[in-house]
């Protein structure tokens, strides 16, 4: 049962493809069914998404038209060269999509694919490839323009508001997590992966914010400051956490009360009770004579109850609007330059290799397999998943071909005017668009209305050529069916790309030991969270090898922003003892962990070890705790390494 926002998103959808498509033929463009495509293509859920979809679409399709026409004046004579260079046009789109995230991404596929649409049939007529780059730039924009219209005007659902209601959500996950953290001697997994992905859902989301007015931008810029207290919370309690595998029984026995009573309020905050808590944590661990590793802990149970306080804070702000300082960089992204020259190598040969296939034959349909073939593997180029989805797809190309046969063959030649065009077209349309608001879903419907409109071509003269249609919709099908063999053939071994993360992990790690204090949770965090969760895809299960490394990296990396905070307001020569320890540690921790390797920590922070034994403040004390945990972290990744080597 359709549930009521996507019978909203529906019939406003469908509303702005009958405008889009009425307004073509009273311009008397040429193509008037890629207005109406175009309607479908960018419609979202939410205002603020569509707006940003309909920009970066508009700039990806002008780019892609001025390229056409470029290549077209340079190439069109030497016909090899110009499937060359648009083979490599769209590779390098592809790479550039691929190292790129939201709908940046999908403005780098939009220009490689237009050079496509509008290249390859201008080939054998260039003298007409510049009006083909108006007509395709003017009906794209028409489409643009009644999509955002209709998704401002007809039950707006606005991206700032649901961005709360998500923000919310984030924050109960996150501080579910750093309860399971503190509360269970067996860590948990499940919970900190379901706070980590929400985190990461969030700032996707807020990205569409920017795109709806001063409010939408300063929830947006509120939201990054919420990201790096989370962030900071899950650091704390995993360091919490990994304080607690120090202690001895009784220790552990002595201080369960207290990791009750954190978890309590994590459970349940209250700001007068955290207070109140942490005032007592701290004159306990003030009192603690016998065990450093005690005292840390508590005060760590402290830190984290304050972190818990600025993450309400920062949701509260996110709530009211209000202004806050200190806004941090946005998250930071897994990016792998060599993952990305294999996508863009794939999608060149895929236009390559169907390019030669059309250039032999000669089948005019050939133009639509290669363009469909070369839009899959640039769209879904960075998708662990991407066989399955282009699969999807393919089945909505075929579910399209026996619809707009009825259509084009029975329906329309006996009906005349626009309105009864309409509710031919309206009816697959309208089923078509519900089935895009579900996302589990969306690549079926969403092919099944663009082939379904391109098989029908609505126009002003209409041609009912049945062997056209049957031409063009075997082209989709083989053009689809190619992608998912290319697809299941020319694909990265999951091998591979786990040591690429685990590599890129290390390189992190050493930029982290220079890199700007104030910025490393949103960088950091971020990075190792969506690695965390390109992990979890590829090795499912809580014992994977890669999984479990990525866990102490990451807390070897939190347990390295601790000792920095701890440091970064000490006197001139622990300073110095410090910025020596952190350049020689960053040196090595590029290389990765070895079994040789195993009492690296221990050696390099002998001296800053020495140096904050005799210094007896709260701050060297917590910064102690944090090297003993990084000697630990590393040895055990070091032994991990030795036991089952590098996979």
């Known amino acids: 049962m359709p549930t009521p926002l996507a019978l909203k998103f529906a019939?406003?959808?469908?509303?702005?493809?009958?405008?889009?498509?009425?307004?073509?033929?009273?311009?008397?463009?040429?193509?008037?069914?890629?207005?109406?495509m175009t309607v479908f293509i960018v419609s979202q859920p939410l205002s603020g998404m569509v707006v940003s979809k309909s920009i970066f679409r508009l700039a990806g399709t002008l780019v892609g038209a001025v390229m056409s026409v470029l290549i077209t004046g340079l190439f069109a004579q030497a016909p090899w060269l110009f499937l060359l260079a648009i083979s490599l046009w769209l590779g390098l789109c592809t790479v550039a999509s691929t190292s790129l995230h939201n709908f940046v991404s999908y403005a780098f596929v939009l220009s490689g694919y237009t050079v496509v649409i509008i290249g390859l049939p201008m080939l054998i007529q260039p003298l007409h490839v510049f009006d083909q780059a108006v007509a395709r730039a003017t009906e794209i924009s028409l489409g643009i323009i009644c999509a955002s219209l209709f998704s401002a005007l007809i039950w707006p659902q606005r991206v700032e508001h649901n961005l709360e209601k998500q923000a919310r959500m984030t924050l109960l996950a996150s501080m579910q997590a750093a309860k399971m953290e503190i509360s269970t001697a067996v860590r948990e997994t499940k919970t900190l992966l379901a706070a980590l992905s929400k985190i990461v859902a969030t700032d996707v989301l807020r990205d569409h914010a920017r795109f709806e007015g001063f409010r939408g931008r300063h929830r947006a810029r509120v939201l990054r400051v919420l990201s790096r207290e989370l962030l900071s919370l899950l650091r704390m309690a995993r360091g919490v956490a990994l304080q607690r595998h120090l202690l001895s029984t009784d220790d552990v026995q002595r201080l369960q009360p207290w990791f009750e009573q954190v978890a309590e309020q994590l459970e349940h905050p209250d700001a007068v009770a955290i207070s109140i808590?942490?005032?007592?944590?701290?004159?306990?661990?003030?009192?603690?004579?016998?065990?450093?590793?005690?005292?840390?802990?508590?005060?760590?149970?402290?830190?984290?109850?304050?972190?818990?306080?600025?993450?309400?804070?920062?949701?509260?702000?996110?709530t009211s609007g209000e202004i806050v300082a200190d806004v941090p960089w946005s998250l930071a992204w897994h990016r792998d330059g060599v993952q990305a020259l294999f996508y863009g190598l794939r999608s060149t040969?895929?236009?390559?290799?169907?390019?030669?296939?059309?250039?032999?034959?000669?089948?005019?349909?050939?133009?639509?397999?290669?363009v469909l073939s070369g839009v899959l593997c640039s769209l879904f180029a960075n998708y662990e998943n991407g066989a399955a989805i282009t699969m999807g797809m393919t089945r909505?190309?075929?579910?399209?071909?026996?619809?707009?046969?009825?259509?084009?063959?029975?329906?329309?030649?006996?009906?005349?005017?626009?309105?009864?065009?309409?509710?031919?077209?309206?009816?697959?349309?309208f089923f078509g668009a519900l089935g895009m608001a579900e996302p589990r879903l969306t690549p079926?419907?969403?092919?099944?209305?663009?082939?379904?409109?391109?098989?029908?071509?609505?126009?002003?003269?209409?041609?009912?050529?049945f062997s056209a249609l049957l031409n063009s919709a075997i082209g989709s099908l083989v053009g689809g069916c190619f992608a998912v063999l290319v697809f299941r053939l020319l694909t990265l071994p999951p091998g591979w790309f786990n040591r690429r993360l685990l590599n890129a992990v290390c390189n992190d790690l050493a930029r982290l030991t220079r890199y700007p204090l104030a910025q490393a949770d949103n960088w950091f965090g971020g990075r190792m969270a969506d690695r965390l969760l390109r992990l979890a895809q590829l090795s499912p299960g809580a014992d994977s090898k890669h999984w479990n490394d990525g866990l102490l990296a990451m807390d070897l990396g939190n347990e390295l922003i601790q000792?920095?905070?701890?440091?970064?307001?000490?006197?001139?020569?622990l300073r110095n003892e410090c910025d020596r320890f952190l350049a020689q540690l960053g040196q090595r921790l590029a290389f990765g962990p070895t079994p040789e390797s195993a009492l690296l920590l221990s050696d390099l922070s002998q001296h800053l070890n020495g140096a904050l034994q005799q210094t007896h403040s709260q701050a060297s004390q917590l910064a102690q705790a944090s090297l003993v945990e990084m000697q630990t972290l590393w040895e055990q990744w070091c032994q991990r390494e030795d036991e089952r080597g590098i996979a």
């Open 11 to 36: 019939i406003k959808t469908l509303l702005a493809g009958g405008l889009a498509l009425w307004l073509a033929f009273r311009f008397d463009l040429q193509q008037p069914q890629w207005a109406l």
């Open 277 to 318: 808590l942490r005032d007592r944590l701290a004159q306990t661990s003030a009192q603690e004579q016998r065990s450093n590793v005690v005292r840390c802990c508590l005060e760590r149970c402290s830190a984290l109850l304050l972190n818990s306080t600025r993450a309400q804070q920062s949701m509260s702000a996110v």
């Open 349 to 370: 040969l895929v236009v390559l290799g169907l390019s030669a296939f059309w250039y032999a034959s000669a089948w005019p349909s050939a133009i639509g397999a290669i």
């Open 396 to 429: 909505g190309f075929l579910y399209a071909i026996p619809i707009a046969a009825i259509v084009t063959q029975w329906m329309l030649p006996e009906w005349n005017g626009f309105p009864l065009l309409c509710l031919a077209l309206g009816v697959p349309l």
């Open 444 to 465: 079926t419907p969403t092919a099944f209305v663009i082939q379904f409109i391109i098989l029908v071509t609505p126009s002003n003269l209409m041609h009912y050529d």
């Open 563 to 573: 000792l920095r905070t701890c440091l970064s307001d000490t006197d001139s020569s």
